[in-house]
């Protein structure tokens, strides 16, 4: 068995000193033992190319991406359809969202000898374009929101949830509705939306928790449809979707559980896939079964 580290040193959106990370690493396994490799990242899907050269070779491998939920992914990516292969998180990033989804266990997978000496199982993932992500999958002012977060995270003051602030002010000026044809199980709907959000997992942006019953284990993706909105309500609203409660809108958001969702547009638009920012015309969303090996940190109770 060989445990990969996958340090990111822009976690986040600004470069960090990760020397303390690494020597981390460095103490934790030279304890437990086992093969390993520390792997700084040096550019976009660098982790994910990575992770699957080391996957392809056919041993037993272990992954723990060292960033935010975008490292997460990378690291998933790379790792999705390989069976001897496992990826978990040590979450360092601007949100770190997609460990919230395990509660009050999250605090776990800050715990580097948990996560080494933890159990891994099968769990869902997103396909969106031929680009695989583990959370959420959304289209619309949330993406257009979370995905320029990383714009302003490096500025004095605006780190965190700061920067998640300005990035919905931003976006709210610019616009809340687009022209869409989005495609559900129940059929083909064109007009003006808000967004489109389909969930594996129940938290993004930096602790907006649109689904409460997202399992990233059950075989469906939780999948929520914003019609057109007004600047008037778009506050309440958005507070609610938030907060999970969107059924305080029934007129307006939408729910329901599925494999696929396909969107369309007339003009290029901006796809969030676990807080990366895809452009298209075009988002062709599906659930991939047991993509991807989880590791659950010791003591940590599965999704539910």
Same mark, same amino acid.
């Given at each position: ?7 990111n040193p822009v976690a986040g959106g600004k ?90 266990d999250a605090s776990l997978f800050h715990d ?39 714009? &302003? ?92 409660? &969107? ?14 969702? &396909? ?34 940190p010791r003591g940590c109770a599965t999704v539910?």
């Amino acid at each position: 068995m060989k445990h990969l580290f996958i340090v990111n040193p822009v976690a986040g959106g600004k470069r960090r000193d990760v020397s303390a990370d690494i020597e981390m690493i460095r103490s934790t396994m030279d304890r437990l033992g086992g093969e390993y490799e520390i792997y700084e990242t040096s550019a976009p899907m660098d982790a994910a190319e990575k992770v699957k050269r080391e996957a392809i070779k056919g041993r037993e491998l272990r992954v723990y991406a060292f960033g935010g939920d975008g490292t997460l992914s990378e690291c998933v990516h790379g790792a999705a359809g390989f069976a001897n292969a496992a990826v978990t998180h040590y979450p360092c990033g601007t949100g770190n969202d997609f460990v919230r989804t395990f509660g009050g266990d999250a605090s776990l997978f800050h715990d580097l000898e948990a996560l080494a000496l933890g159990h891994a199982g099968e769990m869902d993932i997103i396909d969106v374009n031929g680009r695989k992500c583990i959370n959420i999958c959304s289209v619309g002012i949330d993406a257009r929101v979370g995905t320029d977060v990383h714009k &302003y995270s490096g500025f004095p003051l605006l780190s965190g949830s700061g920067a998640y602030v300005v990035s919905l002010i931003v976006n709210f000026i610019k616009g809340l509705n687009q022209r869409l044809t989005v495609t559900l199980d129940s059929g083909a709907y064109s007009g003006m939306f808000a967004l489109v959000c389909v969930c594996n997992g129940r938290f993004y942006g930096g602790g907006f928790n649109p689904s409460r019953t997202a399992l990233p284990d059950d075989g469906l993706l939780d999948i929520l449809v914003a019609g057109k909105i007004g600047r008037m309500r778009a506050a309440s609203l958005l507070r609610d979707y938030a907060k999970g409660d &969107y059924a305080k809108h029934p007129d307006i958001i939408s729910f329901s559980q599925g494999r696929h969702v &396909y969107i369309e547009s007339d003009k290029k638009m901006v796809i969030n896939a676990d807080g990366e920012r895809l452009v298209s015309t075009k988002a062709d969303i599906r659930l991939f079964r047991n993509g991807v090996n989880f590791i659950y940190p010791r003591g940590c109770a599965t999704v539910g």
